[in-house]
């Protein structure tokens, strides 16, 4: 019963991780990219850039959760699991330092009102 817990334990708190994650984007992309967008042409480039990385940062969620599925069903799963989950680390930290360098200052200079 123990490692059922922690298995079930393990796809909680990956679940809830990648909803919360995908949420931030979706805000991103529905409310906060199309105001800089169209507060500073400019910025288009950059916008259009994090829009594609959430696409891909999607297709790793999407490992994760396959990768879930074998942690529990294959011998190898918890190989499989980490290498989805180490992907998902590097393209996140990736990610967000490029957004971070690139929209602070705009984010600062033109604000943001939902």
């Known amino acids: 019963m ?3 817990q922690n298995n079930w334990t393990l ?3 990956c679940a809830n991780y990648c909803r919360v994650l995908t949420t931030h984007h979706m805000i991103e992309d529905h409310s906060v990219f199309p105001h800089l967008r169209q507060a500073d042409k400019r910025l288009a480039p ?3 850039r994090l829009e594609e990385e959430h696409h891909a940062i999607h297709e790793v969620i999407e490992r994760v959760d396959q990768a879930l599925v074998t942690f529990v069903t294959a011998p190898d799963g918890m190989a499989t699991l980490r290498a989805a989950v180490e992907l998902l ?3 996140l930290l990736s990610h967000l330092s490029y957004e971070e360098r690139e929209l602070v200052e705009p984010l600062a200079r ?3 009102n939902s």
Do not use: E
Request: hydrophobic letters at 40%.
């Open 11 to 13: 796809g909680a708190y």
């Open 46 to 48: 950059v916008i259009d």
């Open 2 to 4: 123990t490692l059922r």
């Open 110 to 112: 033109l604000g943001f």
């Open 89 to 91: 680390t590097d393209t």
